[in-house]
């Protein structure tokens, strides 16, 4: 089979990027991040003998048009794209443009917002199919089943023929951590992926999936499942190694829901990292309870110059009610430790999660202008179909719309804080953080003149999710 998958067109100039529970634009983090999932996708089509194609449209810059075109010159068998509850409205009405291109291309989506809304996909009359969470195993046996009835293909809902019933087939078993392939990046132009500061290329590398933390406004253990499945540190080592030595990549963002949760593990990966012998950078997320100073310490010397915490918010009732499991403190200890360990900190809040007040953005504001941080993004809270959070608004009435919420625009109307304000704040916040000598002194001390040429449209893309 001829298999197309892609990252569809930005609905804006700015670039999307559209990868499990991280749905937002570029602007993010003034760079978009390669398709790990359709990468992976790829391999065990290409394993089995399929012609597969992907793409990043939002990446190189080209448009629905150029979509079109192409596909009308290949008509694939199947074209298979990522959704994002951001731009979801934008990528289900792709499908219609494909099939007027070529009717008989099967048309179908994937993530986050589809897994736990299917039935909104179908919504677009030339959408065939919605793979449902992990979507490796799903495809795969899909298109092992060309000519069969896609009733057997577990995760997988679709249309019964045309005008008849949505099938949603029962959910497919998430993958052994040993199963979990390699990215196909070969298939893909790497070149748009550079890291902000440093403007050279990047890649991620995903050493595990799932999270046995249950925070109201994450998908994270719905998508990828509460068990924390940790491949096999060769195998991960082999990967970062094959990128290294085929496409000179030596800066990596190593993306894992609770990648610290197993610490043993973390120091292996480092130590592995060490008798490689060459000169490598990366950065990851972490949860504030999972690091001490002797982990931070051999990540530090193992490469890594950046990590990310989730801090979410300055008071410890609203992480409370959120299912967060941290307290302030915490998060103050953390910061703290990475500092010392010579590490540059992000910080990452959410503003206008239930229970929020003007005294509690308040709080969290000087939390965030009291540490140490070296980077700060200010999130507004966004209901997520399949989450605690979106279950709550839907009962209490607060969403403004049904679908197309964004990260940088506040879409709950809470009782004691309309959006508008948390828009406002969510501005204030950036402009407050980001005004101070110290921060500037530090955000310059971290470009490399590899930069240069980007940090123009760097700072763009910054500044437009930032608000101003």
Not at 201 to 214: D, Q, S, T
Not at 250 to 260: M, N, P
Not at 269 to 291: A, I, K, M, P
Request: with cysteine; proline share 6%; glycine share 8%.
């Amino acid at each position: 089979m001829k298999v197309w998958l892609f990252n569809p067109p930005s609905p804006s100039s700015m670039g999307y990027t559209r990868e499990g529970r991280c749905t937002q634009e570029a602007g993010a983090w003034a760079t978009q991040w390669p398709p790990i999932s359709l990468a992976c996708v790829a391999t065990l089509l290409l394993e089995d003998g399929h012609e597969v194609k992907v793409k990043d449209y939002s990446a190189v810059g080209q448009n629905a048009s150029a979509l079109y075109g192409e596909i009308q010159i290949d008509r694939p068998d199947i074209a298979l794209w990522s959704t994002g509850t951001p731009t979801f409205s934008f990528d289900l009405k792709l499908a219609g443009g494909i099939k007027s291109v070529s009717p008989a291309t099967r048309t179908g989506v994937l993530g986050t917002h589809v897994s736990f809304a299917p039935e909104e996909a179908f919504q677009e009359a030339e959408i065939d199919f919605v793979i449902r969470h992990e979507p490796e195993a799903v495809i795969r046996n899909l298109c092992r089943r060309e000519g069969a009835s896609p009733k057997t293909v577990a995760g997988l809902s679709f249309r019964d023929g045309k005008n008849r019933p949505i099938c949603h087939n029962p959910s497919a078993p998430f993958l052994d951590a040993d199963s979990i392939p390699m990215p196909a990046w070969d298939l893909l132009d790497l070149d748009p992926y550079r890291l902000p500061l440093k403007g050279r290329n990047f890649l991620m590398v995903a050493p595990m999936r799932g999270c046995p933390y249950r925070c109201s406004f994450c998908t994270a253990s719905l998508y990828y499942g509460e068990s924390s499945r940790y491949r096999p540190v060769e195998n991960v080592l082999v990967e970062v190694m094959a990128n290294v030595h085929r496409h000179r990549i030596r800066e990596f963002l190593v993306w894992a829901d609770t990648f610290t949760l197993n610490r043993r593990y973390v120091r292996q990966f480092c130590q592995g990292l060490l008798e490689q012998q060459e000169d490598l950078s990366w950065t990851c997320n972490s949860r504030v309870d999972t690091v001490d100073p002797e982990t931070l310490k051999i990540m530090k010397k193992a490469g890594l110059w950046m990590i990310s915490y989730g801090i979410e918010s300055g008071n410890n009732a609203i992480l409370k009610r959120s299912g967060k499991g941290i307290t302030v403190e915490q998060t103050k200890n953390a910061v703290q430790m990475a500092k010392e360990a010579g590490l540059r900190v992000a910080g990452h809040f959410i503003l206008g999660l239930p229970g929020e007040t003007e005294e509690t953005l308040n709080e969290t504001l000087a939390l965030a202008l009291t540490l140490p941080l070296d980077v700060a993004q200010f999130y507004a809270a966004v209901p997520f179909p399949g989450t605690r959070l979106y279950e709550e608004a839907l009962s209490c009435g607060w969403l403004k719309t049904a679908f197309g919420h964004s990260q940088n625009h506040a879409s709950l109307e809470l009782p004691d804080l309309p959006s508008e304000r948390v828009e406002a704040f969510r501005r204030y916040a950036y402009s407050r953080f980001y005004r101070r000598p110290r921060v500037w002194g530090n955000l310059l001390s971290m470009i490399e003149r590899g930069a240069f040429r980007d940090i123009l449209l760097s700072l763009k893309r910054f500044s437009s999710w930032a608000g101003d």
